[in-house]
């Protein structure tokens, strides 16, 4: 476990820092629970990500659904933490 946190991390410095990098299928899911967990605009990357860790708890199960588990570990969260780090 903590040697996936420690890949995950490494890869969200080097992964890429915008919305064009996080995959389709889960932008639905990040948009419902931005929404949900904020008074943010879902494109408002710098006030949404203040709320990363609700936003990620509300999102998880939908991105895990929609993108599959593999997607939603190497792609979805190393892209969406590298798109907060950016702001």
Do not use: R, W
């Amino acid at each position: 476990m903590k040697f996936t946190l420690a890949l995950a991390t490494f890869v969200a410095a080097v992964y890429g820092q915008t919305v064009g990098d996080i995959p389709s299928c889960a932008i639905p899911c990040l948009d419902a629970a931005i929404t949900k967990d904020t008074n943010c605009a879902t494109t408002d990357y710098a006030c949404a990500c203040k709320s990363f860790n609700a936003i990620e708890t509300d999102a998880t199960a939908c991105v895990v659904a929609a993108c599959g588990a593999d997607v939603a570990i190497n792609q979805v969260l190393p892209a969406v933490q590298a798109l907060c780090a950016a702001q």
